[in-house]
């Protein structure tokens, strides 16, 4: 899709991002310049590590179970520390 045609239809390419998944590049003298992708949908903190008890040893596992009956754990990725943020 060329920059011009962009703003001429921007909630028909919204819509596309959104409800579709569809990528969008955006194209300037026959050039791609600029790429429009769709967010990842949002997952809890218990759907991404879901399947990290399989790598766990079994004290380490059990600790994670109880951290989350207590409710420790935050309930989405954005609510999680980076640790590699300094």
Do not use: C, H, Q
């Given at each position: 899709?060329?920059?011009?045609?962009v703003?001429?239809?921007?909630?028909?390419?919204m819509d596309g991002l959104?409800?579709?998944?569809?990528?969008?590049?955006l194209m300037r003298n026959r050039r791609a310049i600029a790429r429009l992708v769709p967010e990842p949908a949002e997952q809890t903190a218990l759907?991404?590590?879901g399947?990290?008890?399989?790598?766990?040893?079994e004290a380490t596992g059990n600790a994670l179970a109880k951290a989350v009956?207590?409710?420790?754990?935050?309930?989405?990725?954005?609510?999680?520390?980076n640790?590699?943020?300094?």
């Open positions: 899709m060329t920059v011009t045609e703003p001429r239809n921007f909630r028909e390419v959104e409800e579709a998944g569809e990528e969008v590049v759907e991404i590590l399947d990290i008890y399989r790598t766990l040893d009956a207590r409710g420790k754990l935050s309930d989405t990725v954005g609510d999680l520390r640790p590699w943020a300094s």
